[in-house]
């Protein structure tokens, strides 16, 4: 059985090892045929295996001196930091040790580094956040960019759209022609700013199965796979949804607290609250694919738990199994010009 292996920097995060090597033993517990690469402060990592008591089977230590800060300027991780936890994690990717890399650590450091190391794919000017987000009736949608490009052009946007169906294509090989929306303030084809406006004729003239303009609703209308936008809306949108995920659940506490009777009542619904929690927990949704890249890169958010690391890992061991990298390079080559390099 040959096994998949993912390199993972388990300095990042706001929590560090205490996160990420439970997360990556609680993923091995799942997936037999998974292997993890471990990377960082060697001494430490042997410390927390040891605490967990948990086997260390398809297990490998690589040893980084140096770790990126949460806060530190892309730029200057990237210059000054050759051996950090996240560097060396994406490095074992182009050494052909592992076929992805997963970290929790700085966003636009990791971006910036995993840029550098790997490159984009010919054809895709800039590589884009994409993460799946829950819909109706258990559909997921995958929309991109959520923050890696905060001005894109048209054409960029075309390139997302693209990578993006064929990611979905790849992990979804019963929906050979994901359904592509490009996100805007109407879904007339005159509405838009000029970015959006080009995008929407290359999209149309395209071979995707692009349904037109969308609004912000389609993500959980499940009336779309993949929804195209650029980072700053992205990005803007996705913690929009975040802050009122956290706020409806605040909201629906205090209303179960509010009286005697009130109480009486959420014991009553307590199995559908449960339901309600599960369906929108952000740590089964946890995990953003840096697609564009010639290699698998998933960003862990920085503040999760055990649990949404674990996810995260999981988001990587499903694009290595389904070979997502060899799909998005096929569907590129094939529906986009590719510039030389």
């Known amino acids: 059985m040959t096994l998949k292996t993912i390199a993972v920097d388990v300095m990042g995060g706001d929590y560090g090892l205490d996160v990420t090597i439970q997360g990556a033993l609680d993923f091995l517990q799942k997936q037999s045929d998974a292997a993890l ?18 086997s260390v089977g398809r ?70 956040i994409a993460k799946f987000l829950p819909a109706r009736n258990n559909h997921v949608t995958l929309v991109l960019d959520l923050g890696a490009n905060v001005d894109c052009s048209g054409e960029q946007l075309l390139q997302f ?37 080009d995008a929407h004729q290359l999209l149309r003239e395209s071979k995707l199965n692009f349904v037109g303009n969308v609004e912000g609703n389609a993500i959980f209308s499940a009336e779309v796979d993949v929804l195209v936008v650029d980072g700053f809306t992205g990005n803007a949108m996705l913690k929009s949804i975040e802050g009122a995920v956290k706020f409806s659940g605040e909201v629906i506490k205090e209303e179960f607290t509010r009286s005697w009777y009130n109480k009486l009542s959420a014991l009553i619904a307590l199995p559908v609250f449960k339901g309600f929690k599960r369906r929108l927990d952000p740590r089964r949704f946890n995990g953003a694919i840096f697609l564009g890249l010639r290699g698998v890169v998933v960003k862990s958010h920085g503040g999760t738990d055990a649990t949404g690391f674990c996810f995260a890992l999981q988001e990587a061991y499903k694009a290595i199994k389904a070979d997502s990298i060899t799909q998005i390079q096929a569907g590129v080559a094939e529906q986009l010009s590719t510039p030389e390099e």
């Not at 990592?45 to 605490?51: F, T």
């Not at 730029?75 to 074992?92: C, E, F, P, T, Y």
């Not at 693209?162 to 359904?179: E, H, I, M, T, Y």
């Open 59 to 128: 297990i490998t230590i690589q040893a980084a001196s140096e770790v990126v800060g949460m806060d530190e300027e892309p730029s200057s991780a990237l210059k000054n930091k050759r051996d950090s936890s996240m560097r060396v994690a994406i490095n074992q990717i182009t050494e052909g040790k592992a076929q992805a890399a997963v970290s929790a650590g700085n966003t636009g450091a990791l971006m910036a580094t995993a840029r550098f190391v790997l490159r984009t794919i010919p054809g895709i000017s800039r590589p884009a």
């Open 161 to 197: 759209a693209v990578a993006g169906s064929q990611l979905v294509a790849s992990l979804q090989p019963d929906n050979k022609q994901p359904r592509v929306g490009l996100l805007n303030v109407g879904t007339e084809d005159i509405k838009g700013n000029a970015a959006v406006k």
């Open 37 to 54: 690469i471990l990377v960082g402060d060697e001494m430490q990592i042997k410390s927390a295996l040891a605490k967990s008591n948990a």
